[in-house]
């Protein structure tokens, strides 16, 4: 059971890797009634789960892109998602890519809610029937594969949405991938917004924390080509941010705009 009183249904419009619009349904906190509001204030509950967040719909329209490499990584491959909440991230992967998406997707999270709440989701939509779909609960600190796996590591690709808010997570984050990765070879993508802080500190730029993720990533046991279009895939500026940098609001407009990184287990 999800944890919270009331899910809005939303419908979200995606594009599909072969150019046609399609929708995902998914119930997600927006507003919140008052009883759940009592949740947050003692600390009895936590919606961080519960909502979507713009890395995921960064992921999925870069996954969309013509020449975007990434479904390739995901094509016919056991899939864990990491973090996964709403199931966003997840659930939008299988209807871009049709069936030619994931073998079987596992969708975890440290809040059971979010589990409960992923697999909702799942029951509301109509999904490509060749992809194996499950959830379950995964802390990064646990030292083992989700129980899913059978307890073996045999994931091929690993995905995480929009889960780097501050870098002291990035450690475990990329330990729990590089566990449930089958082989050198297997792929890790992480999507995110460039909000994460260094001790307290707010990144100004993306460049910053990006150079940190990758250090953290080849102390870990991945490589990672930082060329853009190869390792690195950015969202592509908008007019509007355009316009923003030229009347001098560079650095506010910069934090909006994600980017996904491909790292590969040695």
Same mark, same amino acid.
């Given at each position: ?59 999925? /329209?870069?996954?969309?892109?013509? !020449?975007?490499?990434? +479904?390739? &990584?995901?094509?016919? $491959? #056991?899939? %864990? ?80 949405? /929009?889960?780097?808010?501050?870098? !002291?997570?990035?450690? +475990?984050? &990329?330990?729990?991938? $590089? #566990?449930? %990765? ?85």
């Amino acid at each position: 059971m999800s944890t919270f009183a009331y899910y809005p249904t939303t419908s979200i419009t995606l594009t599909t890797a072969s150019g046609a619009a399609t929708s995902l349904t998914l119930k997600a906190l927006s507003d919140l009634p008052l009883s759940d509001l009592l949740g947050l204030s003692d600390g009895s509950a936590d919606e961080t789960g519960h909502t979507t967040w713009r890395g995921s719909r960064v992921f999925l /329209d870069l996954l969309a892109l013509p !020449s975007s490499p990434l +479904p390739a &990584f995901f094509r016919g $491959r #056991r899939v %864990l998602e990491l973090g996964s909440g709403s199931g966003f991230g997840g659930l939008g992967t299988l209807l871009v890519l049709g069936g030619g998406g994931p073998a079987a997707l596992v969708m975890s999270d440290a809040d059971e809610g979010a589990v409960a709440l992923s697999l909702e989701n799942y029951a509301l939509g109509s999904f490509p029937a060749a992809a194996a779909v499950r959830a379950e609960a995964l802390c990064w600190t646990v030292e083992a594969p989700p129980a899913a796996a059978g307890g073996r590591a045999t994931f091929e690709t690993v995905l995480a949405c /929009d889960v780097v808010y501050d870098v !002291s997570i990035l450690p +475990p984050l &990329f330990a729990t991938a $590089r #566990r449930c %990765l089958n082989k050198p070879g297997g792929v890790f993508v992480l999507s995110h917004v460039c909000r994460s802080c260094f001790g307290g500190r707010a990144v100004g730029r993306e460049a910053e924390l990006e150079a940190h993720i990758a250090e953290v990533a080849r102390a870990s046991g991945f490589a990672h080509d930082d060329r853009e279009g190869a390792g690195r895939i950015r969202q592509q500026r908008t007019r509007r941010e355009e316009e923003g940098e030229a009347e001098g609001g560079e650095e506010e407009e910069e934090g909006q705009r994600g980017s996904v990184l491909i790292f590969i287990a040695t």
